[in-house]
């Protein structure tokens, strides 16, 4: 029977402290969730533009009122989903904060 030995990763103690520099993985978590929810408002921002801009050419006899209602209906959906986010966290954020440590 042949016993092979196990290959574990050696732990560098010299890298330990050395770079201070390097960001925590929690301020990156953060960082990405600011601009995921950035972007996000961004592209509600921008679904409620071109409702208004439909409108507009609607008013100008451009587009049928068809065209007019699914832009409409597309920023609503958003901005709602937004707002029942918005509620989620922060309803999370309140119960985390009245947890007693």
Request: proline share 2%; net charge negative; no cysteine.
């Amino acid at each position: 029977m042949n016993i092979t030995p196990l290959k574990l990763n050696q732990i560098n103690l010299g890298a330990i402290g050395a770079d201070k520099t390097k960001e925590s993985p929690s301020s990156k978590t953060l960082e990405s969730f600011a601009g995921v929810l950035n972007d996000t408002i961004g592209k509600v921002n921008d679904l409620q533009k071109g409702a208004d801009t439909a409108i507009e050419k609607f008013v100008a006899g451009e587009i049928d009122i068809n065209d007019v209602m699914v832009e409409v209906e597309k920023a609503n959906n958003a901005l709602q989903l937004t707002i029942q986010l918005r509620n989620k966290v922060l309803e999370a954020y309140q119960t985390v904060m009245s947890m007693q440590v």
